[in-house]
């Protein structure tokens, strides 16, 4: 059984381009949600997806967007990057539809680095 | 949800019992007390989770005072595969984001 996937593992950009980061879930989970941690600091929440839709949002810019698709997986999407923005960004999955106490798992990362 | 607070870090010496304690004084009664420990670099990693009830499961005991203000994550013979950031987390039922503090970074000592 795969747990929860990321792509890719280590990325490297410039200041001002966009980024695409991917998440397959844990099979069997709905849910998807996006943190970013930077060095140092435990993970922050960036938003999170079920049914297609975001369902919540932390305190982060409309430069960061998500996507979920039919078959669970998503995608964060990171617009004119800035330095700060390098961190190890994080999915986690879980399944909201059976209604009880949900243990979110985690994937590796993608580790984010803007030159 | 409620904030919690933890030692920043901490030591044990391996093959005894590593006590985590926290504290989350404002702790609500539909509130859940999850655990997460990170090694360097990785994904979080689910410990353990309870609502009022002492937890246990295959990697540690979750030990819940009676007020729910406090809690102390036991894991009974501590490796050294178990030096990590360990997160106490007060989250509210399902579905809901995590709030991660900065966590204990416990240093298990051969």
């Known amino acids: 059984d795969a747990g929860v996937t990321q792509s890719p593992t280590h990325l490297i950009k410039t200041r001002g381009q966009q980024v695409t980061l991917r998440c397959s879930p844990k099979?069997?989970?709905?849910?998807v949600s996006w943190y970013q941690q930077a060095l140092g600091q435990g993970p922050q929440f960036i938003f999170q997806y079920y049914e297609e839709e975001e369902r919540q949002r932390g305190n982060f810019p409309d430069r960061f967007s998500g996507h979920q698709f039919p078959n669970y997986s998503s995608e964060l999407n990171v617009n004119a990057l800035l330095l700060g923005d390098s961190a190890l960004y994080l999915c986690?999955?879980?399944?909201?539809?059976?209604?009880?106490?949900?243990?979110?798992?985690f994937g590796p990362g993608t580790r984010l680095t803007v030159t | 949800d409620a904030k919690t607070t933890q030692p920043p870090s901490m030591d044990c010496a391996e093959g005894r019992a590593a006590n985590l304690p926290c504290n989350h004084s404002?702790?609500?009664?539909?509130?859940?007390v999850y655990w997460y420990r990170q090694i360097h670099s990785q994904g979080p990693q689910y410990i353990i989770h309870g609502l009022k009830n002492n937890e246990t499961n295959e990697m540690a005991s979750l030990i819940i005072t009676e007020d729910r203000k406090s809690s102390t994550l036991i894991l009974p013979h501590a490796t050294l595969r178990d030096t990590a950031v360990y997160y106490c987390i007060v989250r509210f039922y399902t579905g809901n984001q995590f709030y991660f503090g900065t966590g204990t970074s416990l240093t298990v000592i051969p």
């Open positions: 404002t702790i609500s009664g539909n509130e859940y």
């Open positions: 986690a999955s879980s399944f909201l539809s059976g209604g009880a106490p949900d243990e979110q798992y």
């Open positions: 099979s069997g989970h709905d849910t």
